[in-house]
């Protein structure tokens, strides 16, 4: 089962797409944009891990900074990052705590757990959302 | 079981188990308080009740993380103990003061409990989770010595793998910073200082080695994975854990009068805290999935993977959630350190324990590699009770700390402390109905041990291609 890991040249690709969605669940935007160019450069590939291990990243960082946006939309809207002595705000504090809370809690272990079947060269279905993708 | 003198980690994992069953005995105790406050008062009044919940949990891991080194070390070193005896009288010392320990507490007022051990002498008690009389603090000691002793001489004698090393260094730190808990200074500052020596150098710093290696020496029985390839990934593990976990001792420094700059570098080596144990959580997975056999002992697989995951949310994810300073500056002290408490506690500490027992208890009953699948399917049954209790007993007090934080610190009026406690109730009912769910698993687990023992082994199934 794990036999051919290291003929498979699309292991470093799965493996930095489960990275980069990690990354972005602790420091979301950038590390999307990072994920988002390899999505695009490899989406057509025929490669079964590189399409496991970069569609679905993908796709559930998409969903997890637009998250992160609308926590500190309706945080900053109610009052907090009003100016730049509010940045460390109650507003902000809530903010952080349910994104940590609702976000980076429920998708970290299937991150995790992606990030370690690139590492074996296996494929991997996120639980729940990896089904509708 | 390969040495003969390995057999002496049987009677640490049932004295480990025996305690365990008092641990949550108690927690159940003190959590029926939170809800019917006069519940078995005066007999067991709350403060009693959570110093024996406590103590019995660091008694008990302490048991079960000499019982490891008494298993793993003379394997790791190709050699018996250098003195098998000793380790066998220190285990009846050890519990006999435990014992007594626990029915001082039970039995006498805690004042007249420190004029009886002359606390007077060499004042060290009246602290949290060092509540033990001086005397039993030095009879740890002397327990400590002479099983570091033990274990020292036979590395020294036998070889020297990274896993026995960083093993030892872990268990030769948690005697050390023990010490600490003999210095009381009159200052309360510097009195909660170097407690945390104690405390937080003990979970956050040395224990983290122990269970590195604890979890190391697993994987490669296990897995069959080079020893080489789970070396490097704990040398990693460790350099981070000490890294971060070292200076991460400020995040208990923010509020108790030492300096400001505590609020920075506490903030940010505690943020960095989650590191090693999300690296436990690839390092377990990565080693199982590039297993070269499948082994037959699942459930002790299925405890060393849950340790890695259970770690990293309870230790990781919950103490990220209050770590930074601005935040701690609003939870401090509420039901949410309560949480991360409870959680890190059974992810790291007690899971790795169990595994440990999981995999060498049928060992050193005889058997080959594993229990019955009887037996092991019962034992998975307990892991998955325990677990998903103790996943919503944190779930359930985060919610009670999130109300707490809101009403008592955060609102245009703030409630006062204990009419904050009777409005997140519901939270705390729903905590204990959680805890007699652990109890049950905790029961089946113990019955895994007793079921099954006639029937054959279980075998692995299928063979994996070595990478």
Redesign the interface.
């Known amino acids: 089962?794990?036999?051919h890991?290291?003929d498979n040249p699309g292991k470093g690709l799965a493996i930095a797409g489960e990275s980069l969605f990690l990354l972005n669940l602790l420091f979301p935007v950038l590390p999307l944009l990072a994920l988002g160019v390899l999505y695009f450069r490899h989406r057509n590939t025929a490669n079964l891990l590189v399409e496991c291990h970069l569609k679905q990243p993908w796709i559930t960082a998409l969903f997890s900074t637009a998250l992160f946006l609308l926590i500190n939309l309706v945080a900053a809207l109610s009052g907090g990052y009003n100016s730049l002595e509010n940045l460390?705000s109650?507003h902000s504090?809530v903010a952080?705590?349910v994104y940590?809370?609702l976000v980076?809690?429920p998708l970290?272990?299937p991150g995790?757990?992606g990030?370690?079947?690139a590492?074996?060269g296996?494929c991997y279905r996120y639980p729940l959302l990896g089904r509708f993708l | 079981m390969k040495y003969q003198s390995q057999k002496v980690a049987k009677l640490y994992f049932i004295a480990a188990i025996g305690l365990f069953v008092g641990q949550i005995l108690f927690g159940l105790i003190i959590g029926a308080q939170y809800i019917w406050g006069d519940f078995l008062f005066p007999e067991i009044p709350f403060n009693v009740a959570r110093m024996v919940h406590t103590n019995l949990l660091i008694v008990w891991l302490l048991f079960g993380f000499m019982g490891a080194a008494y298993y793993l070390v003379p394997e790791e070193a190709e050699t018996d103990l250098v003195m098998p005896w000793l380790a066998t009288l220190m285990f009846w010392i050890f519990l006999a003061a435990g014992a007594a320990t626990i029915l001082g507490y039970l039995l006498v007022p805690y004042s007249s409990l420190a004029e009886l051990t002359q606390n007077d002498l060499l004042p060290t008690m009246g602290r949290e989770f060092l509540e033990q009389p001086t005397i039993t603090k030095l009879g740890i000691v002397v327990v400590a010595l002479a099983f570091l002793a033990n274990i020292g001489l036979t590395i020294l004698k036998g070889r020297k793998t990274v896993i026995n090393l960083v093993l030892l260094m872990g268990l030769a730190g948690l005697a050390v910073f023990f010490l600490f808990s003999f210095f009381n200074p009159v200052n309360i500052v510097w009195d909660k200082y170097y407690w945390w020596w104690v405390v937080h150098l003990w979970v956050e710093g040395v224990w983290e080695l122990i269970l590195g290696s604890i979890l190391a020496f697993i994987l490669i029985k296990t897995t069959g994975v080079d020893r080489e390839v789970i070396e490097k990934w704990l040398y990693v593990i460790i350099a981070m854990t000490l890294i971060t976990g070292i200076v991460g001792t400020g995040h208990h420094y923010y509020w108790i009068g030492t300096p400001e700059f505590w609020q920075w570098w506490g903030s940010i080596f505690s943020a960095m805290e989650p590191i090693p144990f999300f690296m436990m959580t690839v390092f377990a997975f990565n080693m199982v999935n590039k297993r070269r056999r499948n082994h037959p002992n699942k459930a002790a697989v299925l405890w060393a993977l849950g340790t890695a995951v259970m770690a990293f949310l309870g230790a990781g994810v919950w103490g990220f959630l209050h770590t930074l300073a601005p935040v701690n500056y609003y939870t401090h002290g509420t039901q949410i350190t309560a949480a991360h408490g409870h959680m890190a506690f059974y992810g790291a500490y007690v899971m790795i324990n169990l595994a440990i027992i999981s995999y060498a208890m049928p060992l050193l009953r005889g058997r080959e590699a594993a229990n019955s699948n009887k037996s092991q399917v019962l034992e998975m049954w307990g892991f998955w009770l325990m677990t998903i209790s103790i996943i919503f007993i944190t779930l359930f007090l985060t919610a009670a700390g999130i109300l707490q934080v809101y009403l008592q610190r955060f609102s245009d009026s703030p409630m006062p402390f204990m009419v904050v406690q009777e409005k997140i109730e519901l939270f705390y009912v729903l905590r204990e109905l959680t805890g007699l769910v652990f109890l049950a698993g905790l029961i089946v687990y113990i019955a895994s041990s007793f079921v099954g023992s006639n029937e054959p082994e279980a075998t692995a199934e299928g063979e994996v291609v070595a990478s």
């Open positions: 089962m794990n036999g890991e290291h460390v109650i504090l952080l705590e940590t809370l980076i809690l970290t272990v995790l757990l990030l370690t079947k590492m074996a296996q």
